[in-house]
């Protein structure tokens, strides 16, 4: 009995699975069926987008494409049409010039004819002209060439005397009025012309705080000063006048670089002769950019372009330099704006003047001092940098030294003389002085092993810096002997002249 239950229940239990896997198979079969519709009703709207998307590309590609094909079709058009234009003129300027060359062959011929005509009347009308000069000579008993002859003098004789009768009223007038003319350009010149005169003195004068600063200036036994005048060739004196040091020296640009180095000392604070070589070279440097910056402005001010950069430093220098007391770039200057004015006044070319003007006195303001006149120096230097002839031959025929070929040339002689004479303009002492004491440096620099020369105290102490590794201290003993005997047999001084040979080792090493 227990069986039969047993078994009725797996029969059971065996028939509720098989009818629940059943229905589960059934379940999953739907859904599985109801997830493939969807999703190939998904690929199919995804296929449809992307079609569409394919469309639309091809025929924006399409027409792009379309666009440029117009594009270029429409440029080919226009070639075209200027390309039948072009043949159209071509065949018109074709058609006439070939009416032309008819119209020519139809005016040659005609000329051909008429020259056979005008031909034939010269010939009749030179057998008329022969038998009416023999008639004529047989009337009055001489032949033609002789009257033709008596004719021209008689006809020379009255040109002559009517030519210097013209001349005669001419100069006279020119008497009367040349003088008159002359004035009234160089007054009008000189009245528009107005540059401040600028006189330059041998002395430099320092201002100081107070007094505690010269002696850091002065150094330990001196050592400071001394390392200052040997490298700037300028004579400091520091004496009772209060706050104030006095640079001594002939040369403008030394007097310069001197009163620059102690400014830039004195401010710094560290006084000491390694310091002082060092700001030394440095403000070298600075005036040698300072001179080209004034040389580029001077021609910039003037007017004046396409100098060589040589001759432009030369202007530059010219601020540091000075003729007879005279500052050398202001006279320059004022030369420049007379002949420019000049010039105009007598229709010259003032451009060209006045760059002649500015360049006359460069000869003064070489690197080197060669045995030449300025003026002549000065169109050596003027032909070597491309100037042109007038204003080369204008600076060296300034002094006649050469013969002036140009009007330019006297122009420019006129206006030196003008401003070298104006009153308080010039000092010829002082040139006279300059010139003592650059012969003094010239005489020492001419022995061997000389590094530098520099004088001071108004020419009255020449000092001499030689090479250690090239003088020996009995070769220092012998300079300084030797050119006291020469300085005393070749120059004219008042007083004496002390000379002093410098002869010092340098060791110097690096530590790293």
Known sequence: MIIYYILAVVAGLFGGFLITSTLLRKAVEKKSERILRESEEKAEMIKKDKILQAKEKFLQLKAEHEKILQEKNNLIQKGESRLKQKETLFSQKLEEMQRKQKEVGTMKANLTTQLELVSKKQQEIEKAAKKQIEQLEAISGISASEAKAQLIESLKDEARNEAMAHIKDIVDEAKLTANREAKKIVIETIQRTAVEQSVENTVSVFNIDNDEIKGR??????????????????????????????????????????????HKLVSDG????????????????????????????????????????????????????????????????????????????????????????????????????????????????????????????????????????SLIAPIVQVCDAISGARPGARREVVEAYIQRLNHLEELALSYPGVVKTYAIQAGRELRVIVGADKVSDNEANQIAYDLSRKIQDEMTYPGQIKITVIRETRAVSYAK
């Open 217 to 262: 200036i002065i150094g330990r036994e001196g050592r400071n000063i001394r390392a200052l005048e040997a490298l700037t060739g300028v004579e400091i004196i520091i004496d009772d006048s209060p706050d104030a040091i006095i640079l001594s020296g002939f040369d403008p640009v030394r007097r310069e670089i001197a009163r620059l180095s102690l």
């Open 270 to 405: 560290r006084i000491h002769p390694a310091r002082i070589e060092e700001v030394v070279g440095k403000t070298k440097k600075q005036i040698e950019q300072e001179i080209i910056e004034t040389g580029k402005r001077t021609c910039i001010d003037l007017g004046i372009h396409g100098i060589h950069h040589e001759l432009i430093r030369m202007v530059g220098r010219m601020k540091f330099r000075s003729s007879y007391g005279q500052n050398l770039l202001q006279h320059s200057k004022e030369v420049a704006n007379m002949c420019a004015t000049m010039a105009s006044e007598l229709g010259l070319n003032p451009k060209l003047a006045k760059r002649a003007g500015l360049l006359h006195d460069i000869g003064k303001v070489p690197d080197n001092e060669p045995e030449l006149p300025h003026a002549l120096l000065g169109m050596k230097l003027a032909e070597k940098f491309k100037e042109k002839a007038e204003v080369s031959n204008a600076i060296g025929a300034h002094h006649d030294e050469v013969e002036m070929e």
